[in-house]
């Protein structure tokens, strides 16, 4: 079964630099998620986005910023990066916005800040 | 506002001896749980849920967790542990007026030869 794919894998950026993380859901889901987890912490909740919509936000720092386009992707841009902001992206994808809707992930972007 | 507590950070096990990780909620509704499951350098993997059905609730590797209201538990146990089951472990909650995920703080599980 098709699986939400994240772009890149990993990614080494210096301070102050952009990057660019790239989620493709599940064919037909609707809602996507965006997870941080930093090094030994649990994955923390950024932002969601349903039918290309906002739907929650969480603890997103201002220089991040993220949109849904109209082929359900998603991509997560962060800018004037900072050593603090290495961590594991998670992305995952639902049908549907409610609790009750399981959230598949996917197997996470690893961001290096240097 | 939604909370999981996760009780025990580091749990070692002897291998086939009874898996248990403990998981306390706060929800002022009803909750849907998870637990999920990370293997080093890996991403999430479901092991179980809860979606307010049977409270004994069955999952993937031999894995099963209870559903206690009264207690606001929703601990995670496997009968007899194998040395695969050495991971990283994160209760989760949700619910059907969210839909963000909220995790705990993880316990990480060793097994003992």
């Known amino acids: 079964a098709a699986g939400v794919i994240q772009s890149p894998r990993h990614l080494i950026k210096e301070k102050r630099e952009t990057a660019t993380l790239k989620c493709y859901p599940i064919?037909?889901?609707?809602?996507v998620y965006w997870y941080q987890q930093g090094p030994g912490q649990d994955p923390q909740f950024l932002i969601s986005?349903?039918?290309?919509?906002?739907?929650d936000k969480g603890s997103i720092p201002d220089r991040f910023s993220a949109q849904q386009f109209s082929d359900y992707h998603s991509e997560l841009n962060m800018s004037s990066l900072e050593l603090g902001d290495s961590a594991l992206y998670f992305c995952?994808?639902?049908?549907?916005?409610?609790?009750?809707?399981?959230?598949?992930f996917g197997p996470g972007t690893r961001l290096t800040v240097l | 506002a939604q909370s999981v507590t996760q009780l025990g950070s580091h749990v070692s096990v002897s291998e086939g001896a009874l898996v248990l990780l403990r998981c306390n909620y706060s929800?002022?509704?009803?909750?849907?749980l998870f637990w999920y499951v990370q293997y080093p350098n890996q991403g999430l993997q479901l092991l179980l849920k809860y979606t307010s059905a049977a409270t004994l609730v069955k999952g993937i590797n031999g894995f099963e967790a209870e559903f206690k209201k009264s207690e606001t538990s929703f601990h995670l146990t496997k009968p007899s542990a194998h040395m695969s089951d050495a991971a990283e472990y994160f209760c989760?909650?949700?619910?059907?007026?969210?839909?963000?995920?909220?995790f705990g703080k993880g316990t990480r599980l060793h097994i003992l030869p």
């Open positions: 989760a909650v949700t619910s059907n007026r969210d839909d963000k995920i909220i």
């Open positions: 986005f349903y039918e290309k919509m906002q739907s």
């Open positions: 929800s002022s509704v009803p909750p849907y």
């Open positions: 064919p037909r889901h609707d809602t």
């Open positions: 995952a994808s639902s049908w549907g916005t409610s609790g009750i809707y399981e959230q598949f």
